[in-house]
């Protein structure tokens, strides 16, 4: 069986890369590996951590490249994969433009899709943006549906997708983190020259590690998380490390407003190992991502999430996130009521994870390896959703 997975960005290399490892590991099926080129040097890292290589490499990214270009650029190159390639079965992951380009080349080729990570919600088509436009799509012409809680089969049920097409699994990146975790702890000269590399920090100041790169924040959204990082760097008990991503519309206000000051880290995008070496290090989170909301819980520590709104709303149940938007005074708030209150640490400081277990990618397998044990594949080019049984 070949089952080609198709990625872009860094996120979906991480979240997708147990995956791949697993179904190797499977002798039985074949996985193909695509990469677009949308996060070209942060995919790699990825990859190189995880021992995997990409059999196609489409190389698409540009210099300030927009969402037109990009959706059609990767159309036309998954495309011309899956015409050499003939896969049994296409698997994207989450919600990123790559992702939803690639669903549709996958259902314009009458190719069967795999959704991994699918049912997220927001309930807000502009945010997050377009990510919330493009999980729907894929979640609309996927075969089969890898819900990773019971919370995302939901939102899928209530939209009227077949039960029998969902499979609750739990977050790949969950399997990505215990992998990274794992390394770290055993791993001593990984683990020596990562604490060589971090040298800079001081660990009598409680290190806030930062991430943001949302579309939907760019412009004052990031002015004021910035404004907000630069009142916080004026306390002398912390430190805070900002990998900063490379897209120009992050760059400009993060080093405008951010550059020169003594508590502040401004890096370049870190490898995968490196990050989770600062989360675990990290005393509180601040973050647009999604990937982090999910991990961070597995590692005790704290995160406030700076956007509006949240399609994976299980943590914030859970009492280890919460939302505190992109104005500058909610986010000096909110960070200094973790700082300054114990006891309101300790109510987010829980390893609790409602995402899974470590397991996620080997239930996907079980599933792709049980459908073809069934033949409900049906012959090679069948047109997606015909009769399963």
């Known amino acids: 069986m070949k089952i080609l997975i198709v990625l872009g960005t860094r996120p979906e290399a991480i979240k997708m890369a147990p995956v791949a490892k697993a179904l190797a590991a499977t002798g039985t099926i074949r996985p193909i590996l695509c990469v677009t080129g949308q996060h070209r040097d942060m995919v790699s890292e990825v990859l190189d951590f995880f021992e995997l290589s990409p059999d196609h490499d489409l190389a698409l990214m540009r210099p300030e490249q927009d969402l037109v270009y990009l959706t059609t650029a990767v159309l036309r190159g998954v495309r011309r994969v899956l015409v050499a390639e003939k896969p049994d079965w296409v698997l994207v992951h989450g919600d990123t433009t790559t992702a939803m380009a690639a669903g549709l080349a996958a259902f314009y080729a009458g190719r069967r899709i795999g959704h991994v990570?699918?049912?997220?919600?927001?309930?807000?088509?502009?945010?997050?943006?377009?990510?919330?436009?493009?999980?729907?799509?894929?979640?609309?012409?996927?075969?089969?549906?890898?819900?990773?809680?019971?919370?995302?089969?939901?939102?899928?049920?209530?939209?009227?997708?077949?039960?029998?097409?969902i499979l609750v699994t739990g977050n790949t990146v969950i399997d990505a983190l215990f992998a990274a975790r794992d390394a770290l702890q055993s791993n001593t000269g990984l683990t020596r020259g990562l604490a060589e590399r971090f040298g800079f920090l001081d660990p009598a100041k409680r290190l806030i590690l930062v991430t943001g790169h949302r579309r939907e924040s760019f412009g004052s959204g990031f002015e004021e998380i910035c404004a907000g990082l630069h009142r916080l760097a004026q306390r002398s008990d912390v430190?805070?490390?900002?990998?900063?991503?490379?897209?120009?519309?992050?760059?400009?206000?993060?080093?405008?407003?951010?550059?020169?000051?003594?508590?502040?880290?401004?890096?370049?995008?870190?490898?995968?190992?490196?990050?989770?070496?600062?989360?675990?290090?990290?005393?509180?989170?601040?973050?647009?991502?999604?990937?982090?909301?999910?991990?961070?819980?597995?590692?005790?520590?704290?995160?406030?999430?700076?956007?509006?709104?949240?399609?994976?709303?299980?943590?914030?149940?859970?009492?280890?996130?919460?939302?505190?938007?992109?104005?500058?005074?909610r986010i000096h708030s909110a960070v200094v009521e973790l700082l300054d209150s114990p006891k309101r640490y300790a109510a987010f400081a829980r390893a609790h994870n409602p995402y899974g277990d470590g397991l996620a990618s080997f239930r996907i397998r079980d599933a792709l390896l049980a459908d073809a044990a069934q033949n409900v594949a049906g012959p090679e080019g069948a047109t997606p959703h015909s009769p399963r049984r």
């Open 117 to 165: 990570e699918a049912g997220l919600r927001s309930g807000d088509l502009r945010q997050p943006w377009p990510e919330e436009m493009n999980r729907r799509v894929i979640d609309r012409i996927a075969d089969r549906l890898f819900a990773p809680t019971a919370n995302a089969r939901d939102n899928l049920l209530q939209e009227n997708v077949p039960a029998d097409r």
């Open 239 to 329: 430190e805070i490390v900002y990998p900063v991503h490379l897209n120009p519309s992050v760059q400009r206000p993060v080093k405008r407003t951010l550059s020169g000051l003594a508590n502040v880290h401004l890096l370049e995008p870190l490898g995968y190992a490196a990050f989770v070496y600062l989360m675990m290090r990290s005393h509180l989170i601040l973050t647009d991502s999604g990937g982090i909301q999910e991990e961070a819980p597995s590692l005790g520590k704290p995160v406030l999430v700076m956007r509006q709104v949240t399609e994976r709303p299980e943590a914030i149940d859970a009492g280890t996130v919460a939302l505190v938007g992109t104005d500058s005074q």
